[in-house]
């Protein structure tokens, strides 16, 4: 099955440095790269996402990277400020009727911005 | 515009109680989910619901039942509550797999 794996698991950054956090994962089928935010006490909301077909997404402050010979992506912030400060998460994951019983996501990372 | 609804959002229960955890979407989604998440694991599935009439075992599926009602609703039960069940649930759901889901803000459930 799917090894997702996200790393770091905590990271501390100045207000104003940027925040780079990074997804390896087995699956070679893995098509669709999402990366989550949870605040305290909400549901993870999808921030970004990238499909296999794209190397590279930017919304604003944020982007996502992806590497599909390497089977990693990564989340940028740049510019970080306090309202960052949250868990993020990754789960990717293939298309296809079975594809959800392969969805995994990563262990979190817990971003904190030092004011 | 309420996305993914949740109901109860907290609740104790005694070992050996059921219960069933309730869950709704008004996106129209054909596919739905049901996670647990325990501190420091990230969310793990238990079951998902690739479109109405159709429910499928996830990772973690041991002492969950699942039934998708309609296309808004997918519940999940507890027949016999046991303290490793202590966790927060979510349920999320999505137009279909490989596209995002949309969580509810999840209910916290102690087993005692």
């Known amino acids: 099955g799917e090894n997702v794996e996200q790393h770091p698991s905590t990271l501390s950054v100045q207000e104003g440095d940027s925040a780079v956090i990074k997804c390896t994962y087995s699956?070679?089928?893995?098509?669709?790269f999402p990366w989550y935010k949870q605040e305290l006490g909400k549901g993870p909301q999808l921030i970004i996402d990238?499909?296999?077909?794209?190397g590279e997404k930017k919304d604003q402050r944020i982007a996502v990277t992806l590497n599909k010979t390497a089977k990693h992506f990564s989340l940028h912030i740049t510019e970080t400020q306090p309202e960052d400060s949250a868990v993020y998460f990754c789960a990717p994951s293939s298309p296809g009727y079975s594809s959800a019983s392969k969805i995994i996501f990563g262990s979190g990372t817990r971003l904190s911005i030092r004011p | 515009n309420a996305g993914v609804t949740q109901t109860p959002k907290f609740q104790v229960l005694k070992t050996g109680q059921s219960m069933t955890l309730q869950c709704a979407q008004d996106m129209n989604h054909n596919s739905m989910y049901w996670y647990r998440q325990d501190p420091g694991m990230g969310l793990r599935l238990i079951y998902y619901?690739?479109?109405?009439?159709?429910?499928d075992k996830g990772e973690v599926p041991n002492g969950y039942n699942v039934s998708r009602l309609n296309k808004r609703e997918f519940s999940l039960r507890l027949e016999s509550a046991a303290p490793s069940q202590t966790s927060v649930y979510f349920c999320?759901?999505?137009?279909?797999?490989?596209?995002?889901?949309?969580f509810g803000d999840g209910t916290r459930l102690s087993i005692l």
């Open positions: 999320a759901s999505s137009a279909s797999g490989g596209q995002p889901q949309h």
């Open positions: 619901s690739a479109s109405e009439g159709t429910t």
């Open positions: 699956d070679s089928a893995s098509n669709y």
């Open positions: 990238i499909r296999s077909n794209v």
